[in-house]
């Protein structure tokens, strides 16, 4: 089986900086796109930032010039680097990615658990 495991969540105060990763583990062939996604109650979910398998990256508007998604392919894991964090970025993030299974041949879209963020002074 394939799954996504997120770490680097936690608390921070406005202006703070926080590092989110995501690693795919199991019976993998080949990873695609990764993206991370953020969700806060009574809204829907956003996409924060995405980058194709050969490293072309775009970001939502409100986190351009603040946050950073890179990924290491020889470990299948994708990174988000936040800084200047504001209050508004308070959410759940999820990593997100398209995977072949080793068994497989079409991708399949596959989410991590979540990871709480908060910003607070």
């Known amino acids: 089986q394939v799954q996504l495991v997120e770490s680097g969540g936690g608390l921070v105060q406005p202006g703070g900086s926080l590092r989110l990763t995501c690693a795919a583990s199991?019976?993998?062939?080949?990873?695609?796109?990764m993206r991370w996604y953020r969700q806060t109650p009574g809204k829907q979910r956003e996409l924060v930032a995405g980058?194709?398998?050969?490293?072309?990256?775009n970001y939502a508007d409100s986190v351009k010039d603040r946050f950073a998604i890179s990924r290491d392919n020889a470990k299948n894991t994708v990174y988000l680097q936040m800084n200047s964090l504001k209050p508004e970025d308070t959410a759940v993030y999820y990593c997100?990615?398209?995977?072949?299974?080793?068994?497989?041949?079409?991708?399949?879209?596959?989410w991590g658990q979540g990871t709480q963020v908060t910003v607070s002074s």
């Open positions: 980058i194709s398998s050969g490293g072309s990256t």
């Open positions: 997100n990615a398209d995977i072949i299974k080793t068994s497989g041949y079409i991708a399949i879209n596959y």
């Open positions: 199991g019976n993998i062939k080949s990873v695609g796109a």
